[in-house]
């Protein structure tokens, strides 16, 4: 067990106040330091450091300067690198590709103090002065790119960040069980280079043929990066390899001599696995270093969450959880989580107000159904896309006892819900009585869910459920809150511009907000990052799963008027809107009919000026002589003054 006293140590004198000489691990980040365990950074050297080993922490290292990779010297086992919690491009740009100017990940908030692409400049930055180190990759950037990927913001197909980065081996999805066992096999004496069997990781191969058992050969790299269908059927074959039951290993071909290989996912917690890594001695907060600067945003709304699960089997296709941790349900105990609860309640900041309860998706649980505990997931079809699965298991029995634990705490006032429900699955339960539930205790005016789009064929694509499924659900919802006598409201998310959304639907969506009466803030343009099947999509024009074409809009243009659409209201937004609204051929909405989204604008006329303009003489500027005889401007400050006075 941990013998923690504090924080782990981010230099060489914190090493000697342990009484260390080296470190076992270097833990290397583009997150500031938050002993968290909503940081991977944190839940990872927290692990480690649970397991006997010593771990010190480069957080944010200075890329320009090769000395910040040496502040805590040279590990005896090996280096980890991770970008942070989130992927430093998607932290860095919009979907528009412009600069953001704040992180909430960085002390203080403002600019980011990582890299773009800092997984790969970090690891080159080691490789310069630790020439034989071994280096790990981890995280959710190094996990979207383990093989080749398309990158949005060059507009490329890059190569797996292994090759790019310099880097000796790499762990994808959650990285508990992979970490712990390469650990175990550096500090036996085993060469990184040998360890080519943990589940879990990507690796480098000289020889296919000395794998053995059950492999996929990928298309090479040269295939991919010539023909957009070879690069979608070897996306979604990688997509169907994403269950640890079920997947195969997968070697993609780059050159004679150089394969990179993925071993299946690493098998999911246990409950009891689950509550153990959230019962680490985390300190819940940033390092007192950051204090002067005012913390580290990213941990005030996460600070009094609680997380109970792990894995979504909602399968939507633009986001990379199925690509990253997988469609099985991982659970922590209710007594766990109502521990984690009672530590909280003892914070001095604690308000009386749990911000959530969930994970990926909140309201899951329990896997999909029994089959998936020992045959995994579904290669055929998804559980609740076009429909619910026959097999579905739809109860959220667990999850309503948990939330009145939590609501029966002493010091307890409110318990929200804010990491999503499904409200297809919320309609899929006939037992449990959840939405009213949610409706009496859980919801502050308003609910969010995510619909998404109102076009069916957008819907499609998007792996959601119709519209017709959302419209039955605001029904009951607002049916619910009238027989409660509350008023509380449905904030739809919505996304413009995604594959298979031309003008003609982006208008639909209009007219839907149109109707709604009041404008969503929250619109997400479409955002092609790594591992999702939208972004495949989005590159290829082809839908992975049938290998149909689908109309992407790509350029820029379009996808501001698309955006603009849902956001008509916005004065700033009416070029677009017309501009949309005339190209789409629904110049019948710009009109003075309540229907219409935007009125007419008068033209500006130039008018004349000077003598027989028809201008009064009072209104044109005076030319006076100055002293030296030359004319001279009458300031209109002056006759302001004078009207003053």
Same mark, same amino acid.
């Given at each position: 067990?941990?013998?923690?006293?504090?924080?782990?140590?981010?230099?060489?004198?914190?090493?000697?106040?342990?009484?260390?000489?080296?470190?076992?691990?270097?833990?290397?980040?583009?997150?500031?330091?938050?002993?968290?365990?909503?940081?991977?950074?944190? #839940? #990872?050297?927290?692990?480690?450091?649970?397991?006997?080993?010593?771990?010190?922490?480069?957080?944010?290292?200075?890329?320009?300067?090769?000395?910040? #990779?040496?502040?805590?010297?040279?590990?005896?086992?090996?280096?980890?690198?991770?970008?942070?919690?989130?992927?430093?491009?998607?932290?860095?740009?919009? *979907?528009? $590709?412009?600069?953001?100017?704040?992180?909430?990940?960085?002390?203080?908030?403002?600019?980011?103090?990582?890299?773009?692409?800092?997984?790969?400049?970090? *690891?080159? @930055?080691?490789?310069?002065?630790?020439?034989?180190?071994?280096?790990?990759?981890?995280? #959710?950037?190094?996990?979207?790119?383990? @093989?080749?990927?398309?990158?949005?913001? /060059?507009?490329?197909?890059?190569? +797996?960040?292994?090759?790019?980065?310099?880097?000796?081996?790499?762990?994808?999805?959650?990285?508990?069980?992979?970490?712990?066992?390469?650990?175990?096999?550096?500090?036996?004496?085993?060469?990184?280079?040998?360890?080519?069997?943990?589940?879990?990781?990507?690796?480098?191969?000289?020889?296919?043929?000395?794998?053995?058992?059950?492999?996929?050969?990928?298309? *090479?790299?040269?295939?991919?990066?010539?023909?957009?269908?070879?690069?979608?059927?070897?996306?979604?074959?990688?997509?169907?390899?994403?269950?640890?039951?079920?997947?195969?290993?997968?070697?993609?071909?780059?050159?004679?001599?150089?394969?990179?290989?993925?071993?299946?996912?690493?098998?999911?917690? +246990?409950?009891?696995?689950?509550?153990?890594?959230?019962?680490?001695?985390?300190?819940?907060?940033?390092?007192? /270093?950051?204090?002067?600067?005012?913390?580290?945003?990213?941990?005030?709304?996460?600070?009094?969450?609680?997380?109970?699960?792990?894995?979504? %089997?909602?399968?939507?296709?633009?986001?990379?959880?199925?690509?990253?941790?997988?469609?099985?349900?991982?659970?922590?105990?209710?007594?766990?989580?109502?521990?984690?609860?009672? !530590?909280?309640?003892?914070?001095?900041?604690?308000?009386?107000?749990?911000?959530?309860?969930?994970?990926?998706?909140?309201? %899951?649980?329990?896997?999909?159904?029994? =089959?998936?505990?020992?045959?995994?997931?579904?290669?055929?079809?998804?559980?609740?896309?076009?429909?619910?699965?026959?097999?579905?298991?739809?109860?959220?029995?667990?999850?309503?006892?948990?939330?009145?634990?939590?609501?029966?705490?002493?010091?307890?006032?409110?318990?929200?819900?804010? *990491?999503?429900?499904?409200?297809?699955?919320?309609?899929?339960?006939?037992?449990?009585?959840?939405?009213?539930?949610?409706?009496?205790?859980?919801? +502050?005016?308003?609910?969010?869910?995510?619909?998404?789009?109102?076009?069916?064929?957008?819907?499609?694509?998007?792996?959601?459920?119709?519209?017709?499924?959302?419209?039955?659900? =605001?029904?009951?919802?607002?049916?619910?809150?009238?027989?409660?006598?509350?008023?509380?409201?449905?904030?739809?998310?919505?996304?413009? /511009?995604?594959?298979?959304?031309?003008?003609?639907?982006? !208008?639909?969506?209009?007219?839907?907000?149109?109707?709604?009466?009041?404008?969503?803030?929250?619109?997400?343009?479409?955002?092609?990052?790594?591992?999702?099947?939208?972004?495949?999509?989005?590159?290829?024009?082809?839908?992975?799963?049938?290998?149909?074409?689908?109309?992407?809009?790509?350029?820029?243009?379009?996808?501001?008027?698309?955006?603009?659409? !849902?956001?008509?209201?916005?004065?700033?937004?009416?070029? @677009?809107?017309?501009?949309?609204?005339? $190209?789409?051929?629904?110049?019948?909405?710009?009109?003075?009919?309540?229907?219409?989204?935007?009125?007419?604008?008068?033209?500006?006329?130039?008018?004349?000026?000077?003598?027989?303009?028809?201008?009064?003489?009072?209104?044109?500027?005076?030319?006076?002589?100055?002293?030296?005889?030359?004319?001279?401007?009458?300031?209109?400050?002056?006759?302001?003054?004078?009207?003053?006075?």
């Amino acid at each position: 067990m941990s013998n923690n006293r504090g924080f782990l140590p981010m230099n060489r004198t914190e090493m000697e106040e342990r009484g260390w000489k080296q470190a076992d691990f270097v833990y290397v980040s583009g997150d500031a330091y938050v002993d968290h365990p909503s940081f991977g950074m944190a #839940i #990872i050297t927290r692990i480690l450091e649970d397991s006997g080993y010593k771990v010190a922490v480069i957080a944010q290292p200075d890329w320009k300067d090769d000395s910040s #990779i040496c502040v805590c010297g040279e590990p005896r086992l090996a280096f980890l690198v991770s970008a942070g919690n989130m992927d430093s491009m998607v932290n860095h740009y919009t *979907s528009a $590709k412009k600069r953001r100017h704040q992180d909430s990940y960085t002390p203080g908030g403002g600019f980011s103090a990582r890299p773009d692409r800092a997984t790969i400049v970090y *690891s080159n @930055l080691i490789r310069r002065t630790y020439k034989n180190t071994p280096i790990l990759l981890g995280g #959710i950037e190094a996990s979207l790119r383990r @093989l080749a990927h398309y990158d949005y913001w /060059s507009d490329t197909v890059k190569r +797996s960040i292994l090759l790019d980065s310099g880097a000796d081996l790499l762990m994808y999805g959650m990285g508990e069980r992979s970490v712990l066992e390469i650990a175990e096999a550096l500090d036996g004496g085993l060469k990184v280079r040998d360890i080519t069997y943990v589940r879990g990781t990507v690796f480098r191969c000289k020889d296919p043929e000395e794998l053995g058992g059950d492999t996929v050969i990928l298309p *090479s790299w040269s295939q991919i990066t010539s023909s957009k269908e070879s690069y979608a059927r070897s996306y979604y074959q990688q997509y169907l390899n994403t269950d640890a039951i079920t997947a195969k290993t997968l070697v993609e071909p780059y050159k004679e001599k150089e394969y990179i290989v993925q071993n299946p996912p690493s098998l999911p917690l +246990s409950t009891e696995e689950m509550d153990h890594v959230y019962d680490l001695p985390y300190m819940r907060t940033w390092h007192p /270093s950051y204090d002067s600067r005012g913390g580290v945003p990213a941990i005030r709304e996460v600070k009094f969450s609680l997380v109970s699960n792990r894995g979504c %089997f909602g399968g939507c296709s633009f986001c990379a959880l199925t690509f990253h941790q997988g469609r099985r349900i991982q659970v922590r105990s209710h007594e766990s989580i109502l521990k984690e609860a009672g !530590i909280m309640l003892k914070d001095p900041d604690f308000k009386g107000y749990i911000h959530d309860v969930g994970g990926p998706t909140a309201d %899951f649980r329990h896997t999909a159904c029994r =089959k998936q505990l020992a045959a995994g997931v579904c290669n055929h079809r998804q559980c609740l896309f076009p429909t619910p699965c026959p097999n579905l298991d739809a109860d959220h029995g667990d999850y309503i006892d948990l939330l009145r634990k939590l609501r029966a705490l002493p010091g307890v006032k409110k318990v929200f819900i804010r *990491s999503g429900i499904r409200f297809d699955y919320v309609l899929a339960d006939k037992k449990s009585g959840f939405l009213e539930e949610l409706c009496r205790y859980h919801v +502050s005016g308003q609910l969010k869910v995510a619909p998404e789009h109102v076009c069916d064929t957008v819907l499609n694509r998007m792996g959601k459920p119709s519209n017709e499924v959302y419209g039955r659900f =605001k029904r009951i919802y607002e049916k619910t809150n009238q027989r409660l006598g509350k008023k509380q409201y449905l904030v739809p998310y919505l996304i413009s /511009s995604h594959p298979g959304s031309g003008l003609k639907e982006a !208008i639909a969506l209009a007219e839907y907000v149109r109707d709604l009466g009041y404008m969503p803030e929250q619109v997400q343009d479409f955002y092609p990052t790594p591992g999702t099947i939208s972004t495949c999509m989005f590159y290829t024009g082809l839908d992975p799963r049938d290998m149909k074409p689908v109309y992407v809009p790509v350029s820029a243009k379009e996808k501001q008027m698309q955006k603009a659409l !849902i956001q008509y209201r916005n004065p700033d937004n009416y070029e @677009l809107v017309k501009m949309a609204l005339i $190209k789409g051929g629904r110049e019948d909405l710009i009109g003075y009919d309540e229907k219409c989204l935007i009125q007419p604008r008068r033209s500006h006329v130039h008018k004349p000026t000077g003598p027989g303009s028809g201008q009064s003489k009072r209104n044109q500027p005076s030319h006076r002589k100055d002293r030296n005889g030359k004319q001279k401007k009458r300031s209109p400050i002056r006759n302001i003054h004078k009207k003053k006075s």
